[in-house]
């Protein structure tokens, strides 16, 4: 062979190896992005790096990994990203947080954070939910370091791969006015950029307002992957029309179940008299070995006590007459509703529940004492010495109020009731009696009333030390 031939030969060999290098590059690169399927929560505990995690749909328990491992659910998603190859300029990604890197103050119109990426050439994109603040710093281009400065509260993380084609993750976050702190159109003319450039989208970077007439969204999508879940999106726009506690307002009538949410010592007091009960979670809550209070908690997480079997992440606590934006993303899975469920301990629920009723049937007697205190210094004057037939009248229809309330009260309200019967029966029957009479049997009257009335008032007395003892609890 000749020298030419052979040098031809070597340079074309070259040229292929050269070629198949380059191809391997960026394939390395599209399928390093968004390589795997996730539907991942991951529980940071405060002040470490420790953290929990389910993984999978298999999974029955929590499983310990420090957050900043290699292998960390949080490390593997985010390092697509930061550690792509050379097509990292077209991956498209969005990143919002009320707080953000840098920021000195939070955002005052909402609370969301978290961030959305994908590539056109896997088909899928990535919804990464998040508490934490100042988070993801896109600076810093190792997901192991994100967190070395911000370890001092526990936060939650939750991961769900979607169809980048699906669109319906940006129009719920358009309703929870997120502050948007990081974006990238992909560089080259792809599928992911057309979707980039798609008109929820748009309308999200954006900032276009809702135009919506009930300032709701509600809607149900599914993640990818050979098993996936039904992902289930609760947002609302904030205005005047769309206003106050959001949980009982909006999330759970459209969850159609009552929640428990994790509140710590909330403002509000569990709601149970609607449909749907909004139960409070007061904690402090246990997994494994840690032991966490939402004093040190960044997460707020709520589960379906009744229905479909519902876990829900947010960043929206509950308030009472808030005008803020808010959603939350809520997924079908049986096992991280079950965790977090047990979560929920009944025991606190129980201990709650005793207290309530302690406190209601001393409220039943100050709403009697209120009422006999009305009755008698307004309708009977001067006991009954000069409006003897009206005052009796009066009674009367207090004694059907006392007896409708003794049939749902205690024991010793029902004794009350009896006593209080006993009395008016008695004046009753002497409506009749000769003036002469009145005065003896009017102060007999009197005196039995006038010890119902300390008995009631020793009672409030005990429901004030009820009180002592839950604000101490």
Same mark, same amino acid.
């Given at each position: 062979?000749?020298?030419?031939?052979?040098q031809?030969?070597y !340079?074309?060999?070259?040229?292929?190896?050269?070629?198949?290098?380059?191809?391997?590059?960026?394939?390395?690169?599209?399928?390093?992005?968004?390589k795997?399927?996730?539907?991942?929560?991951? $529980?940071?505990?405060?002040?470490?790096?420790d953290?929990?995690?389910i993984?999978?749909?298999?999974?029955?328990d929590w499983r310990?990994?420090?957050?900043?491992?290699?292998?960390?659910?949080?490390?593997?998603?985010?390092?697509q990203?930061?550690?792509?190859?050379?097509?990292?300029?077209d991956?498209?990604?969005?990143?919002?947080?009320d707080?953000?890197?840098?920021a000195?103050?939070?955002? %005052?119109?909402?609370?969301?954070?978290? =961030?959305?990426?994908?590539?056109?050439?896997?088909?899928?994109?990535?919804? !990464?939910?998040?508490?934490?603040?100042k988070?993801p710093?896109?600076?810093?281009?190792?997901?192991?370091?994100?967190?070395?400065?911000?370890?001092?509260?526990?936060?939650?993380?939750? +991961?769900l791969?979607?169809?980048?084609?699906? @669109?319906?993750?940006?129009?719920?976050?358009?309703?929870?006015?997120? =502050?948007?702190?990081?974006?990238q159109?992909?560089? %080259?003319v792809?599928d992911? #950029?057309v979707?980039?450039?798609?008109?929820?989208?748009?309308?999200?970077?954006?900032?276009?307002?809702? /135009?919506?007439?009930?300032?709701?969204?509600?809607?149900n999508?599914?993640t990818?992957g050979? @098993?996936p879940?039904?992902?289930?999106?609760?947002a609302?726009?904030?205005?005047?029309?769309?206003?106050?506690?959001? !949980?009982?307002?909006?999330?759970?009538?459209?969850?159609?179940?009552?929640?428990?949410?994790? @509140? &710590?010592?909330?403002?509000?007091?569990? $709601?149970?008299? &609607?449909?749907?009960?909004?139960?409070?979670?007061?904690g402090?809550?246990?997994?494994? /070995?840690?032991?966490?209070?939402?004093? !040190?908690?960044?997460s707020?997480?709520?589960?379906? /006590?009744t229905g479909?079997?519902?876990?829900?992440?947010?960043?929206?606590?509950?308030?009472?007459?808030?005008?803020?934006?808010?959603?939350?993303?809520?997924v079908v899975?049986?096992?991280?509703?079950?965790?977090?469920?047990?979560?929920?301990?009944?025991d606190?629920?129980?201990?709650?529940?005793v207290?309530?009723?302690? =406190?209601?049937?001393?409220?039943?007697?100050?709403?009697?004492?209120?009422l006999?205190?009305?009755?008698f210094?307004?309708? +009977?004057?001067?006991?009954?010495?000069?409006?003897?037939?009206? +005052?009796?009248?009066?009674?009367?229809?207090?004694? =059907?109020?006392?007896?409708?309330? &003794?049939?749902?009260?205690? /024991?010793?309200s029902?004794?009350?009731?009896?006593?209080?019967?006993?009395?008016?029966?008695?004046?009753?029957?002497?409506s009749?009696?000769?003036a002469?009479f009145?005065?003896k049997?009017?102060?007999?009257?009197k005196r039995?009333?006038?010890?119902?009335?300390?008995?009631?008032? #020793?009672?409030?007395?005990?429901?004030?030390?009820?009180?002592?003892i839950?604000?101490?609890?």
């Amino acid at each position: 062979m000749k020298s030419e031939d052979i040098q031809m030969k070597y !340079y074309g060999i070259e040229l292929i190896i050269e070629l198949l290098r380059t191809l391997k590059i960026k394939m390395v690169g599209y399928l390093k992005f968004m390589k795997m399927n996730f539907r991942t929560v991951q $529980y940071k505990m405060k002040d470490n790096v420790d953290s929990y995690i389910i993984t999978n749909t298999a999974a029955a328990d929590w499983r310990d990994i420090a957050i900043n491992n290699a292998n960390s659910p949080m490390v593997l998603t985010l390092d697509q990203y930061f550690k792509a190859a050379g097509d990292k300029v077209d991956a498209a990604i969005i990143a919002y947080n009320d707080l953000p890197p840098g920021a000195v103050r939070p955002n %005052a119109e909402s609370t969301a954070k978290g =961030l959305v990426a994908w590539g056109a050439d896997t088909g899928k994109a990535f919804w !990464y939910v998040h508490t934490m603040h100042k988070f993801p710093d896109f600076k810093i281009a190792d997901a192991s370091l994100l967190l070395d400065d911000l370890i001092e509260k526990a936060a939650l993380f939750m +991961c769900l791969t979607i169809d980048y084609k699906n @669109t319906a993750w940006a129009k719920a976050l358009l309703f929870e006015k997120p =502050l948007i702190y990081f974006s990238q159109k992909p560089q %080259a003319v792809s599928d992911a #950029q057309v979707v980039f450039l798609e008109e929820d989208i748009t309308n999200l970077l954006n900032e276009s307002p809702v /135009t919506l007439p009930n300032n709701i969204y509600s809607k149900n999508v599914t993640t990818t992957g050979a @098993t996936p879940i039904v992902i289930h999106y609760i947002a609302r726009y904030s205005s005047k029309t769309a206003q106050g506690e959001i !949980y009982s307002r909006l999330i759970a009538p459209a969850l159609q179940s009552s929640v428990r949410i994790w @509140t &710590g010592t909330s403002k509000l007091n569990s $709601y149970c008299s &609607g449909t749907y009960k909004i139960e409070n979670v007061e904690g402090p809550i246990k997994i494994k /070995t840690h032991e966490l209070t939402k004093q !040190y908690d960044t997460s707020v997480w709520s589960v379906t /006590t009744t229905g479909e079997k519902k876990f829900c992440l947010s960043n929206v606590e509950r308030e009472s007459a808030s005008f803020k934006a808010g959603g939350v993303i809520c997924v079908v899975q049986s096992n991280i509703q079950g965790l977090f469920s047990a979560l929920a301990s009944d025991d606190i629920k129980q201990f709650q529940f005793v207290l309530f009723q302690r =406190l209601y049937q001393v409220s039943a007697y100050s709403f009697l004492l209120i009422l006999i205190k009305s009755v008698f210094s307004v309708s +009977c004057g001067s006991w009954f010495h000069t409006q003897y037939p009206h +005052c009796i009248q009066e009674l009367h229809k207090f004694r =059907l109020h006392a007896n409708s309330l &003794g049939q749902a009260r205690s /024991t010793r309200s029902s004794l009350f009731t009896q006593s209080l019967t006993q009395t008016l029966d008695v004046m009753a029957t002497k409506s009749k009696v000769e003036a002469s009479f009145l005065p003896k049997k009017l102060d007999l009257g009197k005196r039995r009333l006038d010890r119902l009335l300390e008995e009631l008032n #020793q009672l409030l007395d005990k429901r004030a030390a009820v009180r002592e003892i839950e604000e101490q609890l």
